[in-house]
């Protein structure tokens, strides 16, 4: 097995350790909501959302992939970029999980992979028509989320008022765990499609994999496979700090605006995923739930939802940093472009190991259920 294989193989590893991370770090998206409200038990929550990640498989094309895939120009794109580019993506994503903040996984992806081909090609190597792209939908999708999940609270009040329901109703947790469903659905759709395009972009480059005629890249249905499969088991496995932010420091949430939030995220997701566009659905997700804050009245947590603006705007400059650093360390003098990349490696590898053995679990979060709305509702109102 030649040197070339050997690095693929390591790098697309990696990239599937990527995809897991996005599974947790991502799962609150759906499973906040539900579990907040008590609509299903917390265990059951996450494989519920893993198994709807994971239907998408069936559903759902390329579209996603191939901008991601594009982000780096095909003359630039290397192992090493692709290692850079996942390296800066994974570290973001377990840091801002350990703190419990919700971030965007698709743009710690992008940022890594404009870093690493800044460090590649300078900036020739970045199409960036196709960072514009993500760009925008950073601006829009939130406020699309949060207008649409304002307006459908506004709607579902009025439905309650019509039929007389209690905020946590039957009726409401059953549609709550449909538009839940259909939050993990599209999640799974538009999520697990940037490892796979990351892959295929990494295929390409060691002349595994060749474009079409049109420039798309064909994604082979083993790399999708594994994609969904890495990106259902992150989410089984919980993430539960960002599930604790998301289902109560932000506001406090019932079934009622529980739909509300889940229809919001729902359409921008969707709707982005449509067009190729790889949206950041934690945003999505998380604009949703003050949306649906908003439009009950029940109170926002405002200094919570500045802190992850402020990850927000910090995301795709630091990961590209990180990318960028890392890619000109592969390229020290060797040996020590091994042994320095190596220990890096070594102890992030050896920090994630730590950090995931010494985390809350879904009967830390069910316990603080119990206690939490009342304090997060004065809360809400004094910083409101």
Known sequence: MDLLLLSVIAVIALALLFDFSNGFHDAANSVATVVATKAMPAKWAVWFSAVCNFAAFFFVGTAVANTVAKVVKADQEGVAVVFAALLGAIAWNYATWYVGMPSSSSHAIIGGLIGAGLGSGGFDAVNWGTVQKTGIAILVSPAVAL???ALATVLVVGLQKLTGWRDDAKPFKGLQLVSAAAVSFGHGANDAQKTMGVIAALLASAGYLTAGADGEMPVPMWVALLAY????????????RIIETMGLRITS???RTGVAA???????IFGATQLGIPISTTHAAASSVVGAGIGARRGVNWRVIGEMA??????IPA????????FKLTRLPAPFDVIVVGAIVVSFGAWIVWAMSHTI?????????EIVPPVVITTEKTAA
Do not use: P
Not at 319 to 326: C, Q, V, Y
Not at 361 to 369: L, M, S
């Open 147 to 149: 207008t649409v999940a």
């Open 229 to 240: 499969s890495a990106i259902a088991l992150g989410t089984v496995w919980g993430g539960w």
């Open 253 to 255: 949430l019932n079934a």
């Open 262 to 268: 889940n229809i919001g995220a729902t359409t921008a």
């Open 310 to 315: 402020t990850a927000w705007v910090v995301t």
């Open 319 to 326: 990961t590209s940093a990180i990318g960028f650093a890392m």
């Open 361 to 369: 679990g879904a009967k830390d979060v069910e316990a603080e259920i």
